[in-house]
């Protein structure tokens, strides 16, 4: 009997077992260094990772294609409802106005998190419904497509939240480019974006994000400050946990989560930085060679690019960040800094990259025979 949830046994065969494996030695390093820090974030953390776990296979036993066809337009909706919620029943913490309490059961949820996997989806969905030319995509269509960025990306950067929505809009776009738009699309935004930024600057950032920039580029934070002499102290080969003082000591600040890098830092050293790096480069380029290995199905080309771009912004702002090369803006390092919704958002976002590549030659998910998908077998 054919059903939405069969568990097929060739999901298992078509499974992209390297990006799961790419992930464990992350896991493991954070898990480590999250438990030197504190105990008790370490038994916490271990409670994301089973929920993160749940929430990758039952995401990677769903029925994406399908789901994608018929939903996709509904569930961006609602999450731009919830953001735009956010405005007049949102709760404010530490000055900034991102979260939404559940009535009766005291849980916070954060719209933005999820409006990432909406618009990956969305695009995928509008890509999939008119692939783009031989010459990529021209005025009209990129203005569509934009819009589906564009829109959150102006509510989260009022809540104020102007990291997160930073990664929203150049991972939307980073899409977009590897997807194809025309070349002189490109060349006109270049050419706008660097004749506003200085408007932007000006009229466009609230004083404490202009200062954080002057801070960034003028005189680092205290919070900088402090992650670049753990950093320092570190040196070549690191520090064993007593030696740690940045850290074991306090001055290190949300050492565990935003500054985890800068802990990596003091504990295994130069070193030791690199090997993370390097683990997220090739992760990255795991997923963009995915991209380019189905590139005629454009469902997984979507999400293997837009996760693709996602760790990239993050990963990058983060360190840049903590060197004292960007401003603070609060977004952790990926699947490595201590928190719950990151590694769930994350855990869903893979588990339906594993289902649009297990059923990448199967059309039972789509009963439009306009946009049955192609049979051909990419391996």
Known sequence: MDSWFDFDKRIFKNFSYSLMIQL??????????????????????????????????????IPWRQIIWWFSPLFYIINLGLLIAVEFVGKSILGAQRWIEIPGIGVTIQPSEFIKV???????????????????YGFLNFIKLSIVIIIPFIIIAKEPDLGTALV???????VLFIVGINWKIWVTLAILAGAGAPIVYEYGLKSYQKTRIQDALNKP??????????IGSGGLEGKSKEDSTQTQLKFLPVSSTDFIFAYLGERFGFKGMIAVI?????????????????????????????????????????????????????????????????????????GILQNLIAFKDYSRYTSDSKITMQTKDFH
């Open 221 to 230: 934070s205290y919070q900088v400050r402090q992650a670049l002499i753990a």
């Open 278 to 350: 390097i683990l997220y480069i090739l992760l990255i380029f795991n997923l963009l060679y995915i991209s380019a290995k189905y590139t005629q199905d454009y469902l997984i080309k979507t999400f293997a690019t837009g996760i693709a771009f996602l760790l990239f912004v993050y990963m990058g702002v983060n360190i840049y960040m903590i060197i004292g090369l960007a401003p603070v803006v609060g977004l952790p390092l990926p699947m490595f800094s201590h928190g719950g919704t990151s590694f769930i958002i994350f855990a869903v976002i893979f």
């Open 168 to 174: 929203l809009l150049i991972a939307g776009y980073g």
């Open 24 to 61: 464990i030695p992350l896991f493991v390093i954070s898990s480590y260094l999250v438990y030197e820090i504190n105990f008790h974030l370490y038994q916490k953390q271990m409670i994301y990772y089973f929920i993160a776990a749940i929430a990758f296979f039952v995401s990677a036993f």
């Open 118 to 136: 909406n618009v990956i989806m969305m695009l995928a969905y509008l890509i999939h419904r008119n692939p783009p030319g031989e010459k990529g």
